[in-house]
């Protein structure tokens, strides 16, 4: 393992130990800074990361802007804001494996069963809002919400399309730090909206891997990769 990979899997650990101590030691308002300035690190560190890549530190930028913002989610405005930067950020992250399949085909039947996936996860969604507390209801009808649930969805077919298309280690730290980062936001959907605050633990622990993965992948830029010709399944 190189110095980076070292330095790099030495940040996920030490994280995810403050934020869960931060979780159990202090209150929330704390443990939402604790988080902010998680991301705020993982940003200066892909602004240092060398070759420096403008949408890796754009990714980091609104994630850190979306747990700024989540400080204050209570407030209408923070909370559209939290939305928007966090459903910005996976818009670039999908970019990034969107650039990787130029040679990726789609047939009709695959496009049919993307389609569908997306409208069952649509239709989860809107029945976990029958779940919902009364306290957060006008929140969840924001659509701004569900516009962010259809790009994460999105942004995960990306994700396992690159990984079956390539196979390699790269491809790997790709759809990890994607798939983490939805498990922190569906477990923190199910912490705050459905109030069962022991998912705070395992939002802040995905959320962590999500952001030190997203770093794993950006040391194999550079890399060549090899182009598997295959049959994706979505």
Partial sequence: ????????????????AVNLASLSMFNEEVSRWV????????????????PFSWKLFLTFLLFS?????????????????????????????GSIGLVKL?????????LFIGLIL??????????????????HTT????PVFYGFAIITILTAIIAVSYSNRYSNQKSVFYLCGVLW?????????????????????????FNVLGSGFLMLFATSFGKKEEFIDV????
């Fill in 35 to 50: 988080r902010f300035i998680c991301s705020a690190f993982f940003m200066i560190i892909a602004a240092l990361h060398k």
């Fill in 139 to 142: 929140e969840i009808y924001n």
């Fill in 1 to 16: 393992m190189s110095e980076r990979r070292k330095l790099i899997a030495f940040s996920i650990v030490f994280w995810v």
């Fill in 102 to 110: 130029k040679r990726f085909k789609i047939t009709a039947l695959e």
């Fill in 231 to 234: 049959d994706i399944k979505i």
């Fill in 181 to 205: 980062m939805i498990f922190s936001d569906l477990t923190y959907f199910i912490a705050y909206y459905l109030d069962f605050p022991e998912f705070y633990y395992a939002d802040r622990f």
């Fill in 118 to 135: 997306v409208a069952i996860n649509l239709a989860l969604l809107v029945e976990l809002e029958s779940m919902i507390t009364f306290t």
């Fill in 65 to 93: 802007i979306c747990d700024f913002s989540l400080i204050y989610f209570e407030d209408p405005v923070f909370n559209a804001i939290t939305f928007i930067s966090r459903g910005a950020a996976f818009i670039v992250v």
